[in-house]
């Protein structure tokens, strides 16, 4: 199985209910030689109506503060643990992500990234897969809003920085 294939099937995917009330699946984007991963939790308006992740408002937050510390977007591999948006954005429910799981496994397992960074507690239930580490950071749309939260992220983004330097 290639990356391309997994944006084929995220596309016609019908695994749960959510392809229902979205406009498309937002597969992820970025090189396949990533040495990093991004994991979100699902894709939101903006990733819903473009096909592509973290576009929006925390997006281009995530976008900027990694740029901040020397980490190029065009470098990492940007998904989510479930590839559809949700209705009003709720949190994905535990059967559309265990049907949405595999997709995720295969990109790891396809990237081999260095580090797979989780962005907020969803992408928690991301399964570890061997020889890969996994770093859990502040999720950027509560570092948008919150100073301690935004401070924290920081920190962990520093540190990132400094991981994948060596
Ligand atoms: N928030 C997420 O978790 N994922 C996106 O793609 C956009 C916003």
Not at 4 to 23: G, H, N, S
Not at 113 to 119: A, N, W
Request: proline letters at 7%; glycine letters at 6%.
């Amino acid at each position: 199985m290639s990356l391309e294939d997994i944006v084929l099937q995220v596309q016609e995917c019908r695994k749960c209910r959510l392809w229902q009330t979205a406009t498309q699946g937002v597969p992820g984007e970025g090189p396949i030689d990533a040495k990093v991963m991004f994991v979100g939790q699902n894709p939101g308006s903006e990733e819903d109506k473009t096909g592509r992740p973290f576009v929006g408002r925390a997006g281009k937050f995530l976008t900027k503060t990694l740029a901040e510390f020397g980490i190029k977007r065009e470098e990492v591999y940007i998904t989510n643990i479930v590839k559809h948006t949700s209705p009003e954005n709720r949190k994905p429910y535990p059967d559309e992500v265990a049907a949405c799981l595999p997709y995720l496994i295969q990109q790891i397992k396809i990237i081999k990234p260095k580090v797979v960074v989780l962005l907020g507690a969803s992408a928690k239930e991301t399964p570890r897969v061997d020889g890969v580490k996994y770093f859990e950071i502040v999720h950027p749309s509560a570092a948008m809003r919150f100073t301690k939260m935004r401070e924290k992220f920081r920190a962990q983004i520093t540190e990132l920085a400094d991981q994948i330097k060596t």
